[in-house]
Nanobody
Framework: QLQLVESGGGLVQPGGSLRLSCAAS????????IGWFRQAPGKVREGVSC????????KYADSVKGRFTISRDNAKNTVYLQMNSLKPEDTAIYYC???????????????????WGQGTQVTVSS
């Protein structure tokens, strides 16, 4: 059974860093594009970043560009989101999602993804 599990969230001070992990079980990530999304209380879910199945294409929301880095380690069946220079407005539940595709470019649109993790809370506060 296809399953995604996020981890690495927590409470961090502004300016701090966290690394989120998205581990897959029941399938291999080799042919899946992965997206990271977040949802803050009272707000719609928004795309944060995505990475193509090959890892050759990545995209970032303007709000995180230059601060977040997405990467994948297919040998470990895991995708990471390194988050630096965190701001209070980054506070949200972060979700990873997967879609099987061989497209060269990744897509950062929630309906495009068919499988979702349960989310991990990230809180940025002093």
């Amino acid at each position: 059974q296809l399953q995604l599990v996020e981890s690495g969230g927590g409470l961090v001070q502004p300016g701090g860093s966290l690394r989120l992990s998205c581990a897959a079980s029941g399938f291999t990530l080799d042919y899946y594009a992965i997206g990271w999304f977040r949802q803050a209380p009272g707000k719609v879910r928004e795309g944060v970043s995505c990475i193509s199945s090959s890892g050759g294409s990545t995209k970032y929301a303007d709000s995180v560009k230059g601060r977040f880095t997405i990467s994948r380690d297919n040998a470990k069946n895991t995708v990471y989101l390194q988050m630096n220079s965190l701001k209070p407005e980054d506070t949200a539940i972060y979700y990873c999602a997967a879609v099987t595709t061989v497209q060269a470019m990744c897509v950062m649109t929630a309906p495009y993804f068919g499988s979702w993790g349960q989310g991990t809370q990230v809180t940025v506060s002093s």
